[in-house]
């Protein structure tokens, strides 16, 4: 079984201001790690993902995430939030040679407060 | 390109009622996925398509759902005899898995409303 934790109903943070979305994850093998981020009445946009190598992974807006294997953790990061950042963000998980589904965590609403 | 695009947007219907949600993949992508969205929650696995045929249902939450992708493009989402509690945001993805590790993009989903 694959499974996700995203602890944090909601993340308030100031215009400017780093941001830090947490995310730890359960798989039985090697993981394939995804954030996505949900604007209102929007589908999923994929922002970044861990599949090997690096464990710092960067992606799109300026976000990035940090793969820690002994933490079973991937949290995304972004140095300075935006007031356009606010939307609501999945943390999501897949096995290596598992099946292709992904298994969502629950999200997280990020509020960045100008 | 374009993305992956699903039609209706909205559907509202009556308990009891049969509905089909349309799914129009990324060209050239060969895998097609499903996910269930309810209110407050992430999506929830429903099926999965590699080309025409569905290599995972299992996320199916009874035989009231069925999925096909008859020419291995476009697939629609079945549903007979709804319910309140189908009431839930329906997302397709589709990927290009030209190996493991291929990212699945997804639509803007279909609203539905079972009244």
């Known amino acids: 079984a694959q499974s996700v934790a995203q602890p944090e109903d909601q993340v308030n943070v100031a215009e400017g201001n780093p941001l830090t979305v947490k995310c730890t994850y359960s798989?039985?093998?090697?993981?394939?790690l995804f954030w996505y981020v949900q604007y209102p009445n929007r589908g999923l946009q994929f922002l970044l993902k861990?599949?090997?190598?690096?464990?710092l992974v960067k992606g799109s807006y300026g976000f990035e995430a940090e793969f820690n294997k002994s933490q079973t953790s991937f949290h995304l990061k972004k140095p300075s939030a935006l007031v356009s950042d606010s939307a609501l963000y999945f943390c999501?998980?897949?096995?290596?040679?598992?099946?292709?589904?992904?298994?969502f965590g629950k999200g997280n609403q990020v509020v960045v407060i100008p | 390109g374009a993305g992956v695009s699903q039609t209706p947007s909205n559907k509202v219907t009556e308990k009891g009622k049969y509905v089909e949600l349309r799914c129009d993949p990324i060209?050239?992508?060969?895998?097609l996925y499903w996910y269930r969205q309810s209110l407050g929650q992430g999506p929830e696995f429903l099926i999965y398509?590699?080309?025409?045929?569905?290599?995972?249902d299992s996320g199916l939450p009874n035989d009231r759902f069925f999925a096909v992708r008859p020419e291995g493009s476009v697939s629609t989402l079945k549903i007979q005899r709804t319910e309140r509690g189908d009431s839930a945001v329906y997302l397709c993805?589709?990927?290009?898995?030209?190996?493991?590790?291929?990212?699945?993009?997804f639509g803007p989903g279909t609203r539905l409303t079972v009244l």
């Open positions: 993805a589709s990927s290009s898995p030209t190996s493991s590790t291929d990212t699945q993009y």
């Open positions: 798989v039985s093998g090697n993981p394939y």
């Open positions: 861990y599949i090997t190598g690096d464990n």
């Open positions: 999501a998980v897949r096995v290596y040679r598992g099946n292709n589904r992904l298994a």
């Open positions: 060209s050239g992508h060969t895998a």
């Open positions: 398509f590699q080309g025409t045929g569905a290599a995972d």
